[in-house]
């Protein structure tokens, strides 16, 4: 089995910082890709930001320039760094993983619980 653990989330004003962290731990034998998904009220889930192991990247277009996504490779740990946050940045913010475990070769897919971040005034 594979767990992801996320913290960094909280209330921060319009204009401000957060970075979120997601660590993976269990049965890993590689990690293909890790991301960053957010779900506001109503909303449908939705791809923030992903890294996959060769260190490309790739975010959604409302959080380009402002967001960077990272990853250390010996932590089994993927960050996510929001500047100038916006209150349309209000959401639950997810982490996924794709992993290589003994059972599943190919790679399957693991989520983390959440965590709210909110930017309000």
């Known amino acids: 089995q594979v767990q992801l653990v996320e913290s960094g989330g909280g209330l921060v004003q319009p204009g401000g910082s957060l970075r979120l962290s997601c660590a993976a731990s269990g049965s890993i034998l590689s990690i293909k890709a890790m991301g960053w998904y957010r779900q506001a009220p109503g909303k449908q889930r939705e791809l923030v930001a992903v890294i996959i192991s060769g260190g490309s990247t790739n975010y959604a277009d409302s959080v380009k320039g402002r967001f960077t996504i990272s990853r250390d490779n010996a932590k089994n740990t993927v960050y996510l760094q929001m500047n100038s946050l916006k209150p349309e940045d209000t959401a639950v913010y997810y982490c996924?993983?794709?992993?290589?475990?003994?059972?599943?070769?190919?790679?399957?897919?693991?989520w983390g619980q959440g965590t709210q971040v909110t930017v309000s005034s």
């Open positions: 996924n993983a794709v992993v290589v475990t003994p059972i599943l070769i190919a790679g399957g897919d693991y």
